[in-house]
């Protein structure tokens, strides 16, 4: 691979359903299209957008709109191995986007990719716990969950070879299976004094290539404001009791940047963004003379 050019495919996936929010479509696009240009190829996996459904989501196998996120992680995939890239850039979308993404590269890498997974949340439950695929994502990729989208891992992602970062609360159900596959994390307290946890993890299991999954609700709500958490106008109680990200925005800077040092970063999936602004300024324009014609 040395003096070989580096292949970098940009991935848009502008996904929903796996998180039940029409507002993961328009806040992805948005994002891609706030990226500077890129020399390396670009691909964009159809997604329906909410507002053309005819009909409400519907569970199947106790996995909310199954069918159409199992078609979209299989365009992915089909997407990433036309260009057979050596990094991808994923823009989501719920976080079940960086599923196709994490599976190819891990392959790619021998089975020995490192996956760093900046969240506030662990995103190892099954249908038992949630509807919902975004919250199940890395359990699928360690070869747990749905056997339709645990097949779609060809080499499950090594336990040992994972990180969590940011995570300060999970649930008995998630303890569980961060136990028995000793999943290692690292909480938002030791990160804001440096990244030596995360440092020291890379260097322990001599972790060459990296993927890196941002879900932006790991930072602070105060801080970061386009998230699931800051949404305008919302009613009293409104997603009590879900853990809220503790990072500052500059230490997930410093992470990165400290990570990069150490390691080889193949991967970046940027997850659960939501442009409050532009959903806002959307609904009033769609009420204004002339704009409908």
């Known amino acids: 691979m040395e003096g070989k050019v580096k292949i970098t ?5 502008p996904q929903w359903q796996g998180g039940n929010l029409n507002e993961y479509h328009l806040s992805s696009q948005l994002l891609s299209w706030l990226l500077p240009a890129s020399n390396g190829p670009d691909e964009t996996v159809r997604v329906v957008a909410p507002d053309n459904l005819d009909e409400p989501l519907k569970a199947e196998d106790g996995l909310l709109e199954k069918a159409a996120l199992l078609d979209q992680a299989r365009a992915a995939r089909l997407a990433i191995e036309r260009h057979m890239p050596d990094r991808i850039l994923t823009i989501g979308g719920d976080c ?3 599923l196709a993404p994490i599976a190819y590269l891990n392959k790619r890498y021998g089975g020995r990719l490192g996956v760093l ?3 506030a949340h662990p995103d190892v439950q099954t249908a038992k716990q949630t509807l919902h695929g975004h919250a199940q994502v890395l359990g699928m990729l360690l070869g747990r969950g749905d056997p339709d989208f645990v097949a779609e891992v060809d080499v499950p992602v090594n336990p040992a070879f994972v990180m969590y970062a940011g995570l300060d609360e999970w649930s008995p159900s998630e303890d569980e299976v961060l136990r028995d596959l000793s999943l290692r994390c690292t909480g938002s307290d030791e990160l804001s004094i440096d990244s030596t946890p995360i440092v020291k993890w890379i260097e322990e299991h001599g972790i060459d290539h990296l993927s890196v999954h941002l ?8 801080r970061f404001g386009p998230i699931l958490f800051n949404k305008p106008g919302a009613e009293p109680g409104f997603l009590d009791g879900v853990p809220r990200g503790r990072l500052e925005p500059e230490t997930v800077i410093r992470l990165l940047r400290d990570v990069a040092m150490r390691t080889y970063i193949v991967g970046l999936a940027i997850t659960e963004y939501i442009s409050w602004d532009a959903i806002q300024t959307r609904q009033l324009l769609a009420g204004l003379p002339l704009i409908l014609g």
């Open 96 to 98: 079940l986007v960086d």
């Open 9 to 13: 495919l940009r991935l848009h996936m």
């Open 215 to 222: 879900d932006v609700d790991a930072m602070v709500p105060a």
């Open 117 to 119: 997974w900046i969240d």
